[in-house]
């Protein structure tokens, strides 16, 4: 049943997990007749992921950071200056940037600041970064995740108010965890559901309503996305 309040505070595991069940739901409104934020999306969601954990030490290209941000600005407010910018930052430098962000974990802080570096990066770019090549330690700093979450407005982009961010994230990564045995829940896979609770209330909100919301199939869906790996035993 959904919850009265808004998603944060919602003790519930199941109704988290179907949440995140009708996340690619949620996106294709968000998206419209727009085909282009889907395919970004995927890609960020699924490729990116892999092809970081696919290295030797974990990185990013030049060319992975461009579409990166291509990616959040479809999700968010388009500015063609950043786009522009981050562009004339070196393969070098970029790849440099990322592998020591990388190394600085837990230290979500000192990487966000090393990530800072590169130009038109500021805290949110930096986040998704590393939310895209460690899960389990960062969250995509979305709009819509920051501003459901109660004391995080209005939004400041600043690493302060990232970390107050993640902070509030990972107390609702933990309660989760205590209270779901079937998956293991990240960072990034809260702020995933945050922000399609947030989208869905303004765009879609018979997406959380429906009878499958709560269903096996999207409880299916989500153990398959958020658990890639059983649930490792609690020391």
């Known amino acids: ?4 309040g808004g998603l944060y505070d919602c003790e519930d595991p199941i109704y988290w997990r179907t ?12 998206g419209g007749k727009q085909k282009k934020l889907a395919e970004l999306d995927k890609w960020y969601q699924e490729e990116l992921p892999v092809a970081i954990a696919g ?14 941000m291509e990616w959040k600005l479809a999700r ?23 592998r020591k962000a990388f190394q600085l974990l837990p230290d979500v802080a ?12 500021g805290p949110a770019t930096a986040s998704a ?10 969250a995509f700093m979305a709009d819509e995740a920051v501003e459901s979450i109660p004391g995080l407005t209005p939004i400041q982009y600043t690493l302060k108010h990232y ?10 990564v933990m309660k989760l965890n205590k209270a779901d045995a079937e998956t293991a829940w990240t960072p990034h896979h809260v702020e995933r559901c945050l922000w399609a609770w947030a989208v869905a209330q303004k765009l879609c909100p018979s997406l ?19 658990r890639p790996t059983k649930k490792r035993k609690t020391k």
């Open 1 to 4: 049943m959904p919850p009265s």
């Open 19 to 30: 949440v995140f069940g009708v996340y690619w739901d949620v996106l294709k409104a968000k």
């Open 55 to 68: 290295r030797k030490e974990k990185y990013l290209t030049r060319a992975e950071v461009v579409k990166l």
């Open 76 to 98: 968010g407010k388009f500015r063609p200056r950043l786009q522009q910018l981050v562009a004339t930052n070196s393969s070098e430098t970029v790849e440099s940037c990322t």
């Open 110 to 121: 000192g990487a966000i600041t090393e990530l800072s570096r590169l130009k038109a990066v």
């Open 129 to 138: 970064i590393l939310a895209a090549g460690a899960p389990e330690a960062a």
């Open 163 to 172: 970390i107050l961010y993640l902070d509030k994230i990972q107390l609702c």
């Open 208 to 226: 959380l309503q429906t009878p499958s919301l709560g269903g096996e199939k999207a409880a299916d869906e989500v153990n398959e996305d958020v």
